[in-house]
């Protein structure tokens, strides 16, 4: 069974950083392109980043591009989401999710990142 | 990156159709047949029902089905049910190799 838990989240102050991950279980992790999407509260799901199976590719929404960094470790079956320089706007659930030709197949079951002071 | 379009809500009666659109430009759901879209209840994850424009994954209804024309996708929902009140969001690849969604549809089951 595909499996995608994320960790990580939690309340952070504005301007503070988070590393988010995904622990990934029930599939060869190395084989599959990876992406974070987030969801403010009440709101649409927004795209924020994927990258590709051996994590030489990558590529970012315009709102996080050089704030966030997406990147695996395939020996740990894991996905990461670095966050930095936050702010009010980046308040939501990350869902981290399986790449199917650019249909997400498998999502986590999300984490919450609260930025406030 | 605009979000792709969609209505902010539709509804019918079960046992009824029902059709959302997604509009976007050629260089998105025009570009490419990598349209898919999602169910989402309240308070879960989303769940693929719909990929590569008119594809089901195992386990979905034949009840969904999706289509394309030019820059602008549908996903229609026949013999609706109660079950299919969710909110919808249809996803496209783009030119500039990112993945938008659209601003999701509110589906009511009356």
């Known amino acids: 069974e595909v499996q995608l838990v994320e960790s990580g989240g939690g309340l952070v102050q504005p301007g503070g950083s988070l590393r988010l991950s995904c622990a990934a279980s029930?599939?060869?992790?190395?084989?599959?392109?990876m992406h974070w999407v987030r969801q403010a509260p009440g709101k649409g799901l927004v795209w924020v980043s994927r990258?590709?199976?051996?994590?030489?590719?990558?590529s970012y929404a315009d709102s996080v591009k050089g704030r966030f960094t997406i990147s695996r470790d395939n020996a740990k079956n894991t996905l990461y989401l670095q966050m930095n320089s936050l702010g009010a706007e980046d308040t939501a659930v990350y869902y981290c999710?399986?790449?199917?030709?650019?249909?997400?197949?498998?999502w986590g079951q999300g984490i919450l990142v609260t930025v406030s002071s | 990156q605009s979000a792709l379009t969609q209505p902010a809500s539709v509804s019918g009666s079960p046992g009824q159709s029902i059709t959302i659109s997604c509009t976007g430009t050629s260089s998105d759901v025009g570009g490419y047949n990598y349209v898919s879209w999602y169910q989402q209840h309240p308070g879960k994850a989303p769940k693929l029902m719909i990929y590569?424009?008119?594809n089901r994954p195992s386990g979905v209804p034949d009840r969904f089905s999706g289509s394309k024309s030019g820059n602008a996708a549908s996903l229609t929902i026949s013999g609706l049910q109660a079950e299919d009140e969710a909110d919808y969001y249809c996803?496209?690849?783009?030119?500039?190799?990112?993945?938008?969604f659209g601003g999701g549809t509110k589906l009511t089951v009356l």
């Open positions: 029930g599939f060869t992790f190395s084989s599959y392109w």
């Open positions: 999710a399986r790449d199917r030709n650019f249909a997400l197949d498998y």
């Open positions: 996803s496209s690849y783009t030119s500039s190799s990112t993945v938008v």
């Open positions: 990258i590709n199976s051996n994590g030489g590719s990558t």
């Open positions: 590569e424009v008119s």
